[in-house]
């Protein structure tokens, strides 16, 4: 059973940083790009970041550009996200995902998907 699961959410400041982590379990992940989505309360889940297998090609939203850096441990299979000069506006649940796909930006570009982690910024 594939499961890919998030860690490393919580309750901080306004400047603070955070980095969340997903591990993922239950198939080969070797070629899979893995990105990082959010969904903020009213609003659709959109892209945050994501690297490919080899780690040699990033991809940021322009939100996260500067301030998130998305990395991976192959030999873990787990990647992560770190989030510096946190804002309210990047309260929201974080989700990672695995896509095989070339193209990266699309929800549906992803197979598979964890359940999410909180991150909530406060003023």
């Known amino acids: 059973q594939v499961q890919l699961v998030e860690s490393g959410g919580g309750l901080v400041q306004t400047g603070d940083s955070l980095r969340l982590s997903c591990a993922a379990s239950?198939?080969?992940?070797?070629?899979?790009?893995m990105g990082w989505f959010r969904q903020a309360p009213g609003k659709e889940r959109e892209f945050v970041a994501v690297?490919?297998?080899?780690?040699?090609?990033?991809n940021y939203a322009d939100s996260g550009k500067g301030r998130f850096t998305i990395s991976r441990d192959n030999a873990k299979n787990t990647v992560y996200l770190q989030m510096n000069s946190l804002k309210p506006e990047n309260t929201a649940v974080y989700f990672c995902?695995?896509?095989?796909?070339?193209?990266?930006?699309?929800?549906?570009?992803?197979?598979?998907w964890g359940q999410g982690t909180q991150v909530t910024v406060s003023s």
């Open positions: 690297m490919s297998w080899s780690g040699g090609t990033t």
């Open positions: 239950g198939r080969t992940f070797v070629g899979y790009a």
């Open positions: 995902a695995a896509t095989p796909r070339p193209t990266w930006k699309l929800e549906a570009d992803y197979n598979y």
